[in-house]
């Protein structure tokens, strides 16, 4: 455990200082931080002055280094816009990204995992075929239109006269397609739980859950269908397996079979991808949050963009990468712990 410890840290290293050297790198095409910051009205003499003042006539290595090692102390700057320190910043709006990936996730693991097992147990039924065409069109989908549909159906509402209306069956058949919306498509609610620090959260009251329902959806409409397909190929593939036909020779019961012996093994690569894709999820949130209104760091970060906050950008940068490694280190612990015949390591048992 120590030594994989120890390079999972060094792993971490490498990839932060290699996500630093990028993230510093393209401060320089996202433009010239002393317009942002005093704008068109100072003169030259007094522009150089600054720039001096600043460290920004430095060479770029001894630039660099000053930057790694405020990162280093948890000082990435401040920013432009909001005028204090972004990791502050980010702080504010991460918990609000935070729960719409933890929404999204129990979406995708209460779904994925029963749909995925049914599809690998009776392959050839029709509501099988059914779920597989529906996980293939959702894979093709992009969540920004998903989203946009989500609102015009739930939120704002559809009136449909398909069927003929002079008929009792017609007008049933119209009003089970339509929709009243209703449902909450703006920003997070106004009744948020404070839990702690800057955590505010809406799972505790009922205006914060239903504005929840639809940004969760639509980012999990993303993430669900592959789930659904690798947990449907893995379990089809565990259940071709020797000791699967042996269990059954014993006598064992189906039920025994498929979800104590099957779905265990099932499991081991999913949490793999699993881990991996929780973290490409806070990437995804970026177009959630905008169609939505969401006021996490996927919004936060476009805003940085439109207003040339350097430094905020920078700071979106690194915090991501370090939620990627964090991750990922994390899933290997898992999956260690889970799969007793693979050591730490990386080597076979």
Same mark, same amino acid.
């Given at each position: 455990?120590?030594?994989?410890?120890?390079?999972?840290?060094?792993?971490?290293?490498?990839?932060?200082? *290699?996500?630093?050297?990028?993230?510093?790198?393209?401060?320089?095409?996202? %433009?010239?931080?002393?317009?942002?910051?005093?704008? =068109?009205?100072? +003169?030259?003499?007094?522009?150089?002055?600054?720039?001096?003042?600043?460290?920004?006539?430095?060479?770029?290595?001894?630039?660099?280094? @000053?930057? /790694?090692?405020?990162?280093?102390?948890?000082?990435?700057?401040? +920013?432009?816009?909001?005028?204090?320190?972004?990791?502050?910043?980010?702080?504010?709006?991460?918990?609000?990204?935070?729960?719409?990936?933890?929404?999204?996730?129990?979406?995708?693991?209460?779904?994925?995992?029963?749909?995925?097992?049914? /599809?690998?147990?009776?392959?050839?039924?029709?509501?099988?075929?059914?779920?597989?065409? *529906?996980?293939?069109?959702?894979? +093709?989908?992009?969540?920004?239109?998903?989203?946009?549909?989500?609102?015009?159906?739930?939120?704002? %509402?559809?009136?449909?006269?398909?069927?003929?209306?002079?008929?009792?069956?017609?007008?049933?058949?119209?009003?089970?397609? +339509?929709?009243?919306?209703?449902?909450?498509?703006?920003?997070?609610?106004?009744?948020?739980?404070?839990?702690?620090?800057?955590?505010?959260? %809406?799972?505790?009251?009922?205006?914060?859950?239903?504005?929840?329902?639809?940004?969760?959806?639509?980012?999990?409409?993303?993430?669900?269908?592959?789930?659904? @397909?690798?947990?449907? /190929?893995?379990?089809?593939?565990?259940?071709?397996?020797?000791?699967?036909?042996?269990? @059954?020779?014993?006598?064992?019961?189906? *039920?025994?079979?498929?979800?104590?012996?099957?779905?265990?093994?099932?499991?081991?690569?999913?949490?793999?991808?699993?881990?991996?894709?929780?973290?490409?999820?806070?990437?995804?949130?970026?177009?959630?949050?905008?169609?939505?209104?969401?006021?996490?760091?996927?919004? =936060?970060?476009?805003?940085?963009?439109?207003?040339?906050?350097?430094?905020?950008?920078?700071?979106?940068?690194?915090?991501?990468?370090?939620?990627?490694?964090?991750?990922?280190?994390?899933?290997?612990?898992?999956? %260690?712990?889970?799969?007793?015949? *693979?050591?730490?390591?990386?080597?076979?048992?």
């Amino acid at each position: 455990m120590l030594a994989f410890l120890v390079q999972r840290i060094s792993q971490a290293v490498l990839v932060m200082f *290699v996500i630093s050297v990028i993230a510093f790198a393209i401060q320089d095409g996202l %433009g010239d931080p002393l317009q942002e910051m005093v704008g =068109m009205s100072v +003169s030259l003499e007094e522009r150089e002055a600054l720039r001096d003042e600043l460290g920004l006539n430095d060479s770029m290595v001894v630039q660099y280094l @000053r930057f /790694a090692g405020n990162a280093i102390q948890g000082d990435l700057g401040n +920013s432009y816009f909001y005028g204090k320190p972004t990791l502050e910043v980010i702080s504010e709006h991460l918990p609000a990204t935070l729960e719409l990936v933890i929404g999204s996730s129990l979406i995708i693991m209460l779904l994925s995992v029963p749909i995925g097992v049914y /599809a690998a147990i009776r392959p050839q039924t029709l509501l099988s075929k059914f779920f597989m065409g *529906v996980s293939t069109v959702g894979i +093709s989908i992009p969540v920004f239109l998903t989203a946009i549909v989500l609102i015009q159906i739930y939120s704002i %509402g559809v009136t449909v006269e398909w069927f003929p209306v002079d008929t009792s069956w017609g007008q049933w058949l119209n009003g089970a397609v +339509s929709t009243e919306g209703g449902l909450p498509s703006y920003g997070r609610g106004d009744e948020l739980t404070h839990l702690f620090g800057t955590w505010y959260s %809406g799972f505790f009251s009922k205006s914060g859950l239903l504005h929840l329902v639809l940004p969760c959806v639509s980012l999990a409409s993303i993430m669900l269908p592959l789930f659904i @397909r690798l947990i449907r /190929a893995e379990m089809m593939e565990v259940l071709q397996s020797d000791y699967i036909r042996y269990a @059954r020779a014993k006598g064992l019961s189906a *039920v025994r079979i498929n979800f104590l012996h099957a779905l265990k093994n099932t499991m081991l690569p999913v949490i793999t991808v699993g881990g991996v894709q929780i973290g490409i999820m806070v990437a995804y949130t970026i177009l959630t949050e905008t169609v939505f209104q969401w006021p996490g760091v996927g919004l =936060m970060f476009l805003e940085a963009i439109t207003r040339s906050d350097i430094p905020l950008i920078v700071a979106y940068l690194m915090v991501v990468g370090l939620i990627f490694v964090i991750t990922n280190t994390l899933v290997d612990l898992v999956y %260690g712990l889970v799969n007793p015949t *693979v050591k730490l390591t990386g080597k076979k048992a």
